[in-house]
Nanobody, 115 residues
Framework: QVQLVESGGGLVQPGGSLRLSCAVS????????MGWHRQAPGKQRELVAT???????NYADSVKGRFTISRDNAKNTVYLQMNSLKPEDTAVYYC?????????WGQGTQVTVSS
């Protein structure tokens, strides 16, 4: 069973930065498309960013220019660098590993942007 463990969430002031990490227990991590999603209270889960096995990235319009997704295949880890955070970025952030018809999810990490 593939396990994903997120870390790095917390409380930050508007304009601040956080870096989320997601460690994946899989010997084939390098071929997964990895993604970050988020879910705010009362809202549906939405895609934030993805990175393919080849390193191609995709971002939601709301985070373009502020967030950066990256991966370290040697560490089986995917990151989400979040800069210029806004209150509307407040949500539980989930890591996702996708391969063919399979999807695996982490337990989520809370990010709160507030003064």
């Amino acid at each position: 069973q593939v396990q994903l463990v997120e870390s790095g969430g917390g409380l930050v002031q508007p304009g601040g930065s956080l870096r989320l990490s997601c460690a994946v227990s899989s010997s084939i991590f390098s071929i997964y498309t990895m993604g970050w999603h988020r879910q705010a209270p009362g809202k549906q889960r939405e895609l934030v960013a993805t990175i393919t096995s080849g390193g191609s990235t995709n971002y939601a319009d709301s985070v373009k220019g502020r967030f950066t997704i990256s991966r370290d295949n040697a560490k089986n880890t995917v990151y989400l660098q979040m800069n210029s955070l806004k209150p509307e970025d407040t949500a539980v952030y989930y890591c996702n590993a996708h391969l063919s018809t399979r999807d695996y999810w982490g337990q989520g990490t809370q990010v709160t942007v507030s003064s």
